[in-house]
């Protein structure tokens, strides 16, 4: 066993060969990638050009149909036919379902009869006094109002629609019984019964999209406006006009203030479906023929004139412009440059040395030799980048 001076002796021994490793190796790196012959200037540029350029809103929204009818019965009966399902085309006028309108019929000729009786004691009483023909004449009066609702009633036994279109949903079933509270829900039954809006008809070839627009952009929507509307997971891009905006704010998720725009699509395209939903891009401005340039390219002085270097071949020289409206990553400008023109984005300068051994910036190449014996690694017969021999270094026994 070696003893304490000898064993401290070779571990020193070990640390200076490390660090003479280390002196080699960052040495070479700095000999292989600092330029030994200068550098050379790149620019990256663009060419001026004309062109037309829009300013969106976003926004995401939901496709709902233009026109759609929730029709429930607001009189009490038993269902006694459904003429429909979901997914049928009716004709404005079609019978969509009835309930039993015997009782309806008995009160609407109670109704009738009652009339006829107000309107025969007037006149029999037309020589009265005053007294006695307004009597009679507040009992026709209620007696007329009693029929019109009679007759209200017997015709709300049948339900048709109001308006061609496709039948969305159908809560009705023969035996259900109906509630004359006037509500949109039909009253539950013993047997089976309705817990939804008996029957919803909408027009699903004239379509909207119900959006939100944040309070920072709702200033510049306008009716009118020209959207475009691409359905989420459905067909290629639609267009649409913007029909109204919402003056009343709603807080989103997030508590932002949203505001409501409509959008009516236009014409009847295919690939959108009622409930699902879109993003929309609502056009706020648009230009046409604007002669840009690419906005990294603008450099500001310290008094606020606007400049960029035009390149003449590999030569860069400032010229000074001047510009109008942003679009984004192109900046329109209003004098100084024409179409042709080339401007410069980015300069940047690029080594352009090389080493002895005729290579351009590659990476230390593996030692040759191999490996010595030993608990340290030789590295024999390494080269350096530049053509060099790296010298052989053998670790202690």
Known sequence: MPSLPALVHRIDRRWWLVAVVVVLVGGGAWWRFAPSSGSTTTS????????????????????????????????SGTVTRVAVKAGDRVTKGDVLATIDATALRAQRDAAAAQLTAAQTQLSQDSGGTSTQLSA???????????????????????LKAPFSGTVSAVSYSVGDTT???????????????SSATGITV???????VSANVSATDVSTVKVGMQAEITPTG???????????????????????????????VTGTPS??????????????????????????????????????????????TKTTITIGASYGPQTEVLSGLKVGDVVQILSFARPTGTGTNGNNGGLFQRGTGGGGAGNFPNLSGGTIPGGGQAPVIVGGQ
Not at 136 to 150: C, N
Not at 202 to 208: G, K, Y
């Open 234 to 264: 459905g067909a290629g891009v639609v267009y649409g006009t913007v029909s109204s905006v919402g003056s009343i704010a709603s807080a989103s998720d997030s508590g932002a203030a949203q505001f409501p725009v409509t959008i009516a």
């Open 202 to 208: 909408i027009s699903p070839r004239q379509l909207l």
């Open 179 to 193: 509630g004359s509270s006037g509500g949109n829900t039909p009253a539950a039954s013993s047997s089976s019964s």
């Open 271 to 316: 690939g959108l479906y009622p409930g699902s939903s879109a993003a929309v891009a609502i056009t706020v401005k648009q230009a046409t023929n604007v002669l840009t340039v690419p906005t990294q390219a603008l450099h500001t002085t310290s008094t606020g004139s606007t400049y960029v270097y035009t390149m003449k071949g590999t030569k860069a």
């Open 136 to 158: 009679d004449e507040a009992s026709v009066a209620a007696a007329q109002s009693q029929l019109t609702q009679a007759d209200q009633a017997l015709a709300n036994a049948t």
């Open 44 to 75: 990256i540029n663009a060419t001026v050009a004309r062109g037309t350029y829009k300013t969106t809103v976003d926004a995401t929204g939901t496709i709902t149909p233009k026109r759609d009818a929730s029709l429930s019965f607001t009189s």
